[in-house]
């Protein structure tokens, strides 16, 4: 603050960037008083998330790097921490296969990853400062950013969030673009059955996609809470939740049509694998 700089504080003539304070420095020169008014940078501090190691995560904090004319700059309003990528950067699994980021998202860099390196994808914020970009100041925009509490952003790696949409869920848009891919790809047509195996995140946005555009849904969930968590703001989804699903259900992706039990030669499966936290047995 001015304080800090033994200085009084004046009224800014207009809005500053987040990352400056405004000021008006009282100093003497040769035992006069003299008055120089202007700026005074004062760098911002953020913090992060490091993934150090296998098993190894820390918060850190860092200056706010300088805001470019093409960036706005957000104050971070919610985080969403991936339970299956994420969950393999902990493991070490992503590094130790060297796959690279996902090179459409510029602000994990696109290369291999490497110790220690910032993960995250689901990122709301505020806008505080929006530079030269059309972003209003004071709006919600969603981002792909690793996890950090401000971030300096181009308007087009950013979407806007509905005023009717809240900040929980707009977490989901990474795990919603997913379940509609999915769902996409399954191709399904009028008439057609869904199953959905297991009510993780993109499962149960994929069951509640298919649900919403009126396909009939079995959702098949060993742990009953989650699946009623899904049927609460679905109740058309049927529910088959329990540890007895694993065995009668395990050979459908498997056998050929000919060893099929009778009365089930003639359905088509189409299977779609959509995990990414592990691997089919």
């Known amino acids: 603050t001015a304080a800090d700089f ?12 987040a990352n400056v304070r405004a000021s008006r420095v009282w100093v003497s020169v040769l035992g006069a008083r003299a008055v120089s008014s202007g700026c005074q940078a004062v760098p911002r501090r953020r913090t992060f998330v490091e993934f150090e190691g296998p098993g190894l995560v820390a918060v850190r904090e860092e200056m706010l790097p300088a805001q470019r004319p093409e960036e706005a700059t957000l104050r971070t309003l919610l985080s969403a921490v ?25 602000s994990l860099g696109g290369a ?41 952003v181009r308007a087009q790696d950013v979407r806007e969030v509905p005023p009717d949409l809240s900040d929980d869920d707009a977490a989901f848009f990474a795990s919603m673009e997913t379940a509609t891919s999915l769902v996409q790809d399954a191709a399904p047509v009028l008439g057609d059955r869904a199953a959905v195996f297991g009510a993780g995140t ?80």
């Open 6 to 17: 033994g200085c009084q504080a004046q009224n800014p003539p207009r809005p500053m960037a």
């Open 82 to 106: 991936s339970a299956g990528t994420e969950r393999k950067v902990l493991a070490g699994d992503l590094v130790a296969a060297a796959e690279p980021a996902d090179i459409s998202i510029g």
């Open 112 to 152: 291999a990853p490497r110790w220690p390196l910032r993960y995250g994808y689901a990122l709301v914020g505020l806008v505080e400062e929006p530079g030269d970009t059309p972003l209003q100041r004071g709006s919600r925009v969603f981002c792909f950013h690793p996890h950090v509490s401000a971030a300096n």
């Open 202 to 281: 993109v499962g149960a946005l994929a069951a509640g996609v298919l649900s919403h555009h009126r396909f009939e849904v079995t959702l098949f969930e060993p742990n009953s809470a989650r699946a009623e968590a899904v049927r609460s703001r679905f109740p058309e989804i049927q529910l088959n939740a329990g540890e007895a699903w694993l065995r009668p259900y395990a050979w459908l992706a498997e056998a050929p049509a000919s060893s099929l039990a009778p009365g089930m030669a003639r359905r088509t499966w189409r299977c779609l694998w959509a995990s990414a936290s592990t691997a089919p047995s």
